[in-house]
């Protein structure tokens, strides 16, 4: 059997379920006394709004270029919504957010794409001369630090997906840096069959090497049981007609839906055991070291009509995938389903505009919305799969 080369990794299906050796990670932000857990980001997000106290009627200053979906829990709570510049390098400009930062905003809140972290020390410094909270999101920045100092340490809150760096069924952190907030948490479990199929999903992206009977087989027991979870899908959704059960839901953390009855759900058990059970050093070093193989191999190649938003990798960046811009409009799509086609998984990142944005004021950032995309750097993948994606990478661009 050909290798697969999965976009998220992937534990083994009994990691799911066993007790692991050590209860608790001692890995930042786990390990932290002020984290609190939810089913994903955006409802830790919801939750660090109302810690922070803010308002319906409140402004709060975005980055004009989001996935759209942390927009949702500021709307929700009646916020209003202004944007500010990020640049084609993925840094936010800070001219423009000294200038936007004047009107009269209770909230700015920074992400750091990619892992990549922002100039946080220059932007923790404008908050404070403007009296404005800081709402760090590291959405994409798990294990990252910056000058020696975690990533999420730095403002007054942070927010972490887990599911996007680790084998999780779900997962969102909220860390409240600021002792002085004060507000009710409530942690429900989170449907059991909601984590169940979604580590079925995980099971059958699995990223598998090139193998004989083995591989064919734990691929095809894989594939058996997301069948199944997808006919239980069914009868489950017949069932909530008549049964409105929690345990029943059908939530996924990763759609693009916000739903307020999610907001107090915590992480389920699946990934509380992934999670302590996972050597958090190993994971940085895999990723970096990966990353780092591709970006010597562009720096070398330099193929034509591509751009790097990121030429080095700083000490403490934890990559979520490696990422690089096609300057032809449509052409990361066809990348995108050709190397699909050769069992590869790769990502064309953020295509959904949302409306709140007002995008022509913004031509970077659409940029970025139509040109980036990535390849996997996670720890499911071995040297040699890097470097096959290398030559079907490079296959593809010469035809
Ligand atoms: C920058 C950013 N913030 C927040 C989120 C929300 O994360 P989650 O899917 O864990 O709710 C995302 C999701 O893609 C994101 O990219």
């Known amino acids: ?17 066993r007790k692991p050796q050590h209860p608790k990670q001692q890995h ?22 109302r810690a922070l106290g803010l308002r319906r ?16 829990p500021f709307h929700y709570f009646g916020l209003r919504t202004e944007f500010y510049q990020i640049d084609k390098e993925l840094k936010v400009s800070l001219p423009d957010l000294r200038e936007k930062i004047k009107g009269n905003i209770a909230a700015l809140l920074v992400t750091h794409y990619l892992g990549f972290p922002q100039d946080t020390e220059q932007i923790k410094a404008i908050c404070n001369d403007h009296g404005v909270f800081l709402i760090e999101d590291c959405a994409h920045a798990l294990l990252g630090s910056h000058n020696g100092a975690d990533l999420g340490t730095y403002g007054d809150i942070a927010v972490f997906s887990v599911l996007k760096t680790l084998p999780v ?4 952190v909220l860390v409240v840096n600021n002792n002085n907030f004060r507000w009710a948490h409530q942690q429900l479990e989170p449907s059991r069959f909601s984590s169940a199929f979604y580590v079925a999903d995980l099971l059958r992206q699995k990223t598998l090497p090139r193998g004989g009977l083995n591989v064919a087989l734990e691929s095809g027991a894989y594939g ?45 058990k699946a990934s509380e055991r992934i999670i302590a059970g996972t050597d958090m050093s190993r994971v940085k070093k895999t990723r970096r070291d990966n990353f780092g193989k591709y970006l010597a191999w562009f720096l070398a190649e330099r193929p034509a009509g591509i751009t790097l938003p990121f030429t080095e990798l700083p000490e403490g960046v934890c990559p979520l995938f490696f990422p690089l ?8 799509e066809i990348v995108h389903a050709r190397m699909k086609e050769r069992g590869i998984t790769t990502y064309p990142w953020w295509d959904r505009f949302h409306p ?7 031509p970077d950032a659409v940029y970025l919305k139509k040109h980036l995309f990535g390849l996997p750097v996670h720890q499911d993948l071995e040297p040699a799969m890097i470097e096959r994606v290398l030559t079907e990478f490079a296959d593809l661009m010469q035809h």
């Not at 059997?1 to 379920?17: F, K, S, V, W």
């Open 356 to 362: 709140a944005v007002p995008w022509d004021e913004y």
């Open 28 to 49: 930042y932000p786990f390990s932290c006394q002020r984290s609190f857990f939810y089913f994903s980001s955006r409802y830790a997000l919801a939750d660090g709004i």
């Open 169 to 172: 069924p779900n997962g969102g």
């Open 224 to 268: 058996a049981f997301y069948q199944g979870m997808n006919i239980a899908k069914r009868f489950i959704a017949a069932a909530r007609k008549i049964s409105n059960s929690r345990g029943l839901s059908l939530a996924r953390p990763d759609s693009y839906d916000f739903r307020e009855d999610l907001i107090p759900w915590g992480t389920s």
């Open 325 to 332: 811009i096609f300057e032809e409009e449509g052409k990361r």
């Open 1 to 17: 059997m050909e290798p697969r080369i999965g976009g998220r990794p992937t534990a083994h299906i009994i990691e799911y379920l």
């Open 57 to 72: 009627g409140d402004t709060v200053l975005l980055p004009a270029y989001n996935c759209g979906i942390e927009i949702e």
